[in-house]
C-alpha cells in the first residue's frame, strides 16, 4: 500500500460525525465572512483574523497538542497565496505595484519565509502563541496610535538596511501566519511610499511570503490524531476551501462599506479589538 493510500485511509478512519463536519463549516463560513468583510473594510490582511480565529474553532472541535498554532500558521498562509494574487493582480491593472520595491525586497523576504517556517515548525503551539500575541499587540498599537506622517525615511531602505529588513518580514510574517500587509505597509509608509502603492505592493510581498512557507507546511508531519479532517501536512483543506469562498465573496463589501463612511474610526477601534485578542492568545500560552 503506497504512502498517499495510507494517508488517505487514516484520513477517512479519523473523519469525525457529520453534525461536527456541519459545525466546523459554520464556524468557518462566519470565520471567512468577517475576514473578507474586514479586508475589504480596513485594509488589513486577513491572517491576522484568520489566526486566532483557526485556534478557536479547532480547538472548540476538540483539536490540538503541541502542533495547534502551526496548523492556524499553515492554513492562514495558504489563503493568503489566493487573496494576494487577486488583490496584486487588482492594484497592478491599476498601475499601483511598484515592482522595483518587490524586485528588490522579494528575494530577501521568500528567504525569511523559509527560515520562519523551519522555525516555526520546531516550536510548541504555546511559544507561537506568546510570539503571535507580542507581534499583534505590537501591531495593534501601531494601528491605534500610529499617524500617516510619520518618516524613518524619504525612499526604501537599500544596501545593507535592506538586506537585515527584508528577511525580517518574511520571517515575522510566517511566525504569525499573515501576509505583506502587517509589516509591509507600514514600512513602506514609514519611507514615505504613498498609501496606495503601499498597499499593493505590499499584496506582492503576500505572495512572496505565503508560496515557500505553505510548501514547507505542507511537509510537515501533524500527529493524525490531533489534526482536523483533511489535513495535508498542517494545512487543513476545508478551512482553506471555505475561508477562500467566503473572502471572495465578502471583501467586495468591505470595500463599498468604506467609500460609504470614513474607515478611520472603524480602524482604531479594529486597533483595540487586536490588542484584546492579542492579550489573550499570551494569556493562554501562559495557561491562564
Known sequence: MSALTTSLVTTAALLPEPAV?????????VTGAVA????????????????????YVFQTLGYGG??????????????????????VMSHNKKGAVDWDILRGWGPGIAIGAIIGVTVASSLRSTTLQALF??????????????????RLGQEMPKGARRMILSPMVGFLSVLMGIGGGSFGVPLMSLHATPIHRAVATAAGFGVIIAVPS???????????????????????????????????????????????????????????????VALNMLRKSLGF
Open 21 to 29: 463536519l456541519a459545525q466546523m463549516g459554520g464556524l468557518l463560513i
Open 36 to 55: 473578507g468583510v474586514l479586508a475589504g473594510l480596513l485594509g488589513v490582511g486577513g491572517g491576522i483574523v484568520l489566526v486566532p480565529a483557526f485556534f
Open 66 to 87: 503541541d502542533q495547534l498554532m502551526q496548523m492556524c500558521l499553515a492554513t492562514s498562509l495558504a489563503t493568503i497565496i489566493v487573496t494576494s494574487l487577486r488583490s
Open 133 to 150: 500575541g507580542v507581534l499583534a499587540l505590537v501591531i495593534g498599537l501601531y494601528m491605534a496610535i500610529g499617524r500617516a506622517d510619520w
Open 214 to 276: 505553505v510548501i514547507g507546511f505542507l511537509f510537515l508531519p501533524v500527529d493524525p490524531s490531533v489534526r482536523p479532517p483533511l489535513t495535508v501536512g498542517a494545512v487543513n483543506l476545508v478551512a482553506f476551501v471555505v475561508v477562500i469562498a467566503m473572502t471572495l465573496i465578502t471583501a467586495p463589501w468591505g470595500v463599498k462599506l468604506a467609500h460609504a463612511m470614513d474607515p478611520k474610526p472603524l480602524k482604531r477601534v479594529f486597533a483595540v479589538f487586536l490588542i484584546l
